[in-house]
């Protein structure tokens, strides 16, 4: 059943499916279908197809940034997650969900929809996913179960998420050619002064053991350990910048949670160890 905030929100809902995937595409419907959420199929890139050197990937800087030999469906899924920012800025929606076709949803992801999109102030892009167990800092109750936080370090996978026009734009204008996976480039969001929180717990899995189509034989593409010289450079910068910003993002929410937790007929609750804030009279003025 679509949500209250799901029927009034301009929301897209975009899946990356390769052609010769059927049986994900099936599954996808079915597990979609039984939450009455609709999608608009995306062809993904298909690598095996793909003839190289072409202008949306820079092999050089693939290499020096992230010292491995270019992979073709790596390529080809970087291509397909910036086709669906570009159908959404051509539409006259304001958010799209992006999501890979294999994946498992909660039985509470159309609430934690809903829930998000009555909080988009804070975030430009919502992650819903994730192949990293890092530790993300609670930041606003979301629904009874779940919380907006932020990480701090480094989060891997992008099988799930959701966009603004903003940061669809930034995808456009500014991620191509690809340098990095897409999923590593999508973690750099503070570079462009965007906002980037998790849905914790994280909601959606990506993880269930199906044959990767992207990665293969990762050996064949690593490059000699000698490359890391410029690539552990990039990283050490990259890990110290997102460091910085975040937690300047972190202590930013937290200082407006607390500012809100003043204002007349707020509510603290307490989630994490971090106290959050619960405002009726906010949410009714957000209906």
């Known amino acids: 059943m679509i949500g209250a905030k799901l029927g009034e929100v301009s929301l897209k809902i975009f899946l990356i499916n390769l052609d010769r995937a059927t049986d994900r595409l099936v599954a996808m419907q079915q597990k979609l279908g039984s939450i009455g959420l609709h999608f608009e199929r995306v062809a993904a890139v298909d690598g095996r197809a793909i003839e190289f050197p072409i202008q949306g990937f820079d092999e050089f800087a693939f290499r020096f940034k992230h010292g491995r030999r270019r992979n073709p469906a790596e390529v080809g899924c970087y291509l397909s997650h910036i086709e669906c920012a570009r159908r959404l800025l051509a539409s006259n929606s304001k958010f799209a969900l992006i999501l890979e076709d294999d994946l498992e949803f909660p ?135 997102r460091l910085s910003a975040r937690l300047a993002r972190l202590l930013g929410h937290l200082t407006s949670a607390r500012m809100e937790a003043s204002l007349p007929g707020t509510e603290k609750v307490e989630a994490g160890g971090v106290s959050l804030v619960n405002n009726p009279a906010k949410q009714v003025s957000e209906m």
């Open 107 to 241: 039985d509470d992801f159309v609430e934690l929809l809903d829930a998000a999109l009555a909080q988009t102030e804070k975030w430009d892009i919502l992650r819903l996913s994730t192949v990293s167990d890092g530790r993300k800092f609670r930041f606003s109750r979301l629904t009874e179960g779940r919380d907006l936080a932020v990480a701090l370090t480094r989060e891997k996978g992008s099988g799930a998420y959701i966009i603004n026009r903003r940061a669809a734009d930034w995808f456009v204008d500014r991620l191509l050619p690809m340098q990095l996976p897409f999923d590593l480039a999508l973690d750099l969001e503070f570079f462009a002064q965007l906002k980037s929180a998790f849905v914790v717990p994280i909601p959606v899995n990506q993880q269930l053991g199906l044959p990767s189509q992207i990665q293969g034989r990762r050996r064949t593409y690593h490059r000699s350990r000698g490359h890391y010289l410029t690539v552990m450079p990039y990283r050490i910068f990259i890990e110290t910048m």
